[in-house]
Structure formats: structure tokens, C-alpha cells
């Protein structure tokens, strides 16, 4: 029921997915009314591996997470939590209310042993590759345990898509030992004693897209600004491209001529938009697809959901949370 | 004698700014073999209106700002300072360590009655035109108190540079009045409340790219990692356009046809990396400029020196600061 579009949006791009993955199947959780007729919409739809349960209340976009999980026993996103803790599904999906999602999930799943606060992770492009930020936005003020914790989630969830040894960095004002808040130094000292992890020491926000680390940890106030700012420049030179090649005649031709070469780059540059974000540390998988983007992101989240569970995620970092941390 | 290439990169820039400004009298302040050496290099310098002060020592790029504080009372960077304090010059240019420049223009300056601390801001482009984004590194940690000196730091700042009643935002994780941390929130009612100050509530990181304010506040750290990670990601950009279109017969052909278009682009994103930032708040004129930035970027140093002597800006500020926090 969640995101800036709703289930208008989210429908199709379950629909898609359940045709796209052949052994995918799909609860949709929310108001059925609304949800049976936007199925009805799409005869084609496989309903064997589609269902509904219906859940009477939603959480608004805006509303506190303390009071959504104070006042709302029903809400779609809630029934979705249980469903997940109770073994009905492997994985939740959510375009909702980021803070509501994070706060039920911890109230109902649970963190996993050693982990105090889960964090939200996402793999933005760099000059060479990926590098899997986090904390986006989950947790304002951090302390130096709890950027620890992040690391170590960071490097399961980068090994996760491949990466070995993945290159751990806390992010930071400058690279020299003197430089940052207490936090940040604290957790550098942290990570300097930690066995097993291939912590490099800080990087920069250039050094960040110039493919420095596999794995950048902030605090969530940082990492959402990093973040959302970066959104925002990209989107920003893609309208100044277009500017640029729609100013005369000649520029036009020159434009029309290179679409394809921008809308490839244009592709490259909004992967962290498309994909959604993980919640790391949290007895199962809770994937948050971006509010304001449409089906494809959707479907992008399921994908994402897909992967870890192939991956086994939880449990892969609960066993490296037990040899690291306890 | 500071920045990643010292006076090599200084001296030339210099001489270029003399002769764009018949009226500039330039003092250059460090080891004197050096600077005349390279003086001499250039016979068409007007040594009329550039002089020497010998400076014996110089502070390291990373070199911890309370040593230099204590140990070099020669340095070149507080001999520069100490002639702007006793009005022998009307401002500060310097590509040398950021701390310790902050922390001997705190000391030998003193800041304006009302301000805690001074900040760093620089005007980065937006979709509409130029954000004044403070601070970019000198204070790790803010209080809200801070915070709040700092947005009207930043509104007389860009009212400077012809900016009528200036947009002023806090720069946070959400619109919503729930969202942020403790400083932020707080920050914002002190500013709810202030007279005078057009404060249009908070802005998120893709907002300040589209445009949204005219001036967005931060703690030193957060602006720090916009910054970078902003200039990290159009290089990255950059790079791959330039890949883009040299890959293929076509697409070379394509991109030479281009290149007009896209360095204009180029130039446009880099000024924040061109024009350095202004250190607000003291007692005098000091600017930063960006120490792996080449001549042009000193020359551009110089430039903004300038028109905050010809604005008078400490003063305005001080004028300013009298109604609003006094």
C-alpha cells in the first residue's frame, strides 16, 4: 500500500515479477478490495502463485514510526512483518514509510545476536565498480560500536554479490588519523583490532566514487544526505546534457544522434534509485523499494529480495557475527 | 606555501591576478628564496605592487592544527594572518592545511561578537543556480546553537553575491518537522523564531540540486562529505562521457563534434572545486583554496577575496548579527 503511487504502481510490478521468475510466488498484503480489482485489471496474471491478505489499516508516508507501531495492529505492513516471522514468507518488500518500516521490522523480527541497530544498505556505482554504502538514513546518530556493527554488514552483504575480501572504509573528512568526530576515530580503532575484516582505514566522498572501498560506512544522517545530494546532482547534469544538446540546430542533431550513449549513461547512474535498499541485521529479509519510483523500481526490490534469499543472507551474517563480534 | 603544489602553483597564480586587476597589491608570505626565485622567473611582473614577507616556517598538510598552533610561531600562514589582524592587508588567500588555517584565524582574528565558531561555505551549482552550502569541514560537531549561527552567516553571505532575500534551509533526511537529529530539530526552532531570516524549513540532498534554497546548512562534516562526494561524482560523470564517446569510429566522431558542449558542462560543475570556500564569522577576510586545485583555482581565491573586500562582509555580518542575535 506504500510509496508515492501505492498499489497502482506495486501491482503491476508484482505481476511482472511472478512472469519474469517462473518458481516466484507472491503475497500481496493490504486492502483487498483495491488489490483484487487492480489484479483483475491483468487476466493474465498467474493467480496460483499469487495471493492476497488483506490488512484494514496503512501507514501514512508522514506518520511517526512510535505511533504506527503503537496504534496500528493491522497495518498492510505489519501483517507483511508477521507473515515473514511466522515462515509464510521469506522475504518483505516494502515502497512505505522508511522509519515505520524499520521500526516494525526490528519490533517484530528481531536484530540478530550482536547487532543493536539494523542499518540500510545500497550499492552505488563508482569508477570501478560498486561500493555498498550504509547506514542510508536508518539511524541519525550513531556510535562507534554501532558503525562497527555496520562494517561487519557491510562486508557480508558485499561478499554476498561476489565481492571478495571486500575493502572496508568509514567515511570520513579526510584519510589522516587526526580527522573526524569522536565516532568515527572510536570506530576506526574498532576496526583496526577486528580479525577477518579487510579494513583499509577512511575514505573521502571523492575517494568513495573514485571506487576506493567495497563497503563505505557512515552514520544514517550522513549517508542519506550523501545519498539523496548524489541523486540529485546526477539527475541534475542529465537535464544539462539535454540542455546542452537541445540549444540550436546542430547541438539537436548532435543529441539526437548520442541518445543512445546518455540513456546508457543515465541507466549507469540510477542503479541505487532502481534497486532499493536492504535492512541488514535483522532476523530476516526486508528489502525497501525507493517511495517515489515507479514499477520497474518494484520490481527492482524483488529482485534484490530474491537474491538474498538465495544468498541466505541473515544466516550467512549471523554465522560472521558470531566469529567476529561474540 | 601551502596546498599540493606550493608556490609553484601560487606565485604564477599571483602575477596572473595582478595583471587582471591594475589597482590588487599582492603580499606573499613564506620562505623568500623560494617566492623570488620564482618571481624572477617572470620578468614581467609588476614588482611595484607585490612584496615579500619572509616567513621561516611552514605548517605540513597534515600537520595537527593545535601543534602548528603552539609550535610554529613563524609560519607562513599566521605571519599572513597576523598582517591582515594588525590592517596591513584587507584579506587571506591560502591553499594550506584547512585546520590549522581555521584554528590561527580563530586565534589571531578572533571571531564577530554573537559567533561561537567560524564555517566554511562555498556556492555549489544548483538546477536554478547557486546554493551557499555551510559548513564544509571546520567544525565535526555542531550544536544547534552553531547550526543557527551558521544560517545567518550564510544569508548574509549570499546576499553578497546579489541574492535578495535569501532562501535558507537545514539541510536534512526529511521534510517532515519528526525527522533528523537533535541538533537539526532544535536548530530548526531557533530559527522558526528568528526575525528577519527568510527560513523556509528543511531541504534534503536532492532538493539542494534542484534548487530548492539559497542557502543550506549543516555540520562540518555532513557538507564536507556533500562537497566531496559531489565533486567525486562528476568526475565520475565526466569520465564517462569522455568513455561514451570514444569508444567506437562513431561515437569519437560524435564526441569531437561535441566537445565544445561538454566542456562548458565540465566547467559548470566544477566551480565549488574552482572557487574555494570562505572561511565566515571572523574578524577579518580569510579564504580557503582548494590545495589540489591548480593556478586558476588561487586566481579564482584571489577574486572572491576580493569581492568580499569590496562588500565588506565581516562588517555587514557584524551589522547583521547585532539585530538578529544580540
Redesign the interface.
Same mark, same amino acid.
Request: charged content about 25%; some cysteine.
Given at each position: 500500500m506504500g510509496g508515492d503511487f501505492g498499489p497502482r504502481c506495486i501491482v503491476p510490478a508484482c505481476l511482472a515479477a511472478l512472469a519474469e521468475y517462473p518458481s516466484l510466488h507472491l503475497v500481496l498484503v493490504g486492502y483487498s478490495p483495491v488489490l483484487e480489482e487492480l489484479i483483475a485489471d491483468c487476466p493474465a496474471a498467474d493467480r496460483h502463485r499469487l495471493c492476497i491478505e488483506h490488512a484494514s489499516e496503512v501507514i501514512g508516508m508522514?506518520e511517526?514510526p512510535a505511533q504506527a507501531l503503537r496504534s496500528k495492529p493491522d497495518a498492510s505492513m505489519r501483517v507483511a512483518l508477521e507473515l515473514l516471522r511466522s515462515g509464510r514468507a521469506q522475504a518483505c518488500v516494502s515502497a512505505g514509510n522508511t522509519g515505520a518500516l524499520m521500526a516494525l521490522s526490528r519490533y517484530v523480527l528481531k536484530t540478530l545476536p550482536g547487532i543493536d541497530r539494523p542499518a540500510m544498505v545500497s550499492a552505488i556505482?563508482?569508477?570501478t565498480g560498486r561500493c555498498h554504502l550504509l547506514d542510508l538514513?536508518a539511524n541519525?546518530?550513531c556510535s562507534a560500536e554501532h558503525l562497527y556493527q555496520f562494517a561487519v554488514m557491510g562486508a557480508v552483504a558485499a561478499e554476498a554479490c561476489g565481492v571478495v575480501r571486500p575493502r572496508v572504509a568509514l567515511?570520513n573528512?579526510g584519510t589522516?588519523e587526526?580527522k573526524?568526530?569522536?565516532q568515527v576515530k572510536l570506530a576506526a580503532s574498532l576496526l583496526q583490532q577486528a580479525r577477518g575484516l579487510n579494513y583499509i582505514g577512511f575514505v573521502?566522498?571523492?575517494?568513495?566514487?573514485?571506487g576506493e572501498a567495497d563497503v563505505a560506512v557512515?552514520d544514517?544522517?550522513?549517508g542519506?544526505?550523501?545519498?539523496?545530494? *548524489?541523486?540529485? @546532482?546526477?539527475?541534475?547534469?542529465s537535464?544539462?546534457?539535454e540542455a &546542452?544538446?537541445s540549444e540550436s540546430m546542430g *547541438?539537436r542533431l @548532435?543529441g539526437s544522434?548520442?541518445l543512445p550513449?546518455?540513456q546508457? &549513461?543515465h541507466g549507469?547512474?540510477a542503479p541505487a534509485q532502481h534497486n532499493g535498499a536492504s535492512f541488514l541485521g535483522l532476523q530476516g529479509i526486508v528489502v525497501k523499494s525507493h517511495g517515489a519510483a515507479g514499477s520497474e523500481a518494484f520490481q527492482s526490490a524483488i529482485r534484490r529480495a530474491l537474491l538474498e534469499i538465495r544468498e541466505n543472507l541473515p544466516q550467512r551474517l549471523h554465522g560472521r557475527l558470531e566469529h567476529l563480534l561474540l
Open positions: 508522514d511517526r556505482p563508482t569508477a538514513g541519525v546518530d567515511l573528512v589522516e587526526i573526524g568526530n569522536q573521502e566522498g571523492d575517494g568513495l566514487y573514485r557512515c544514517g544522517f550522513v542519506n544526505i550523501l545519498l539523496k545530494s *548524489s541523486e540529485g @546532482l546526477a539527475s541534475m547534469i537535464r544539462r546534457i &546542452l544538446f *547541438s @548532435l544522434l548520442a550513449l546518455l546508457r &549513461l549507469d547512474l
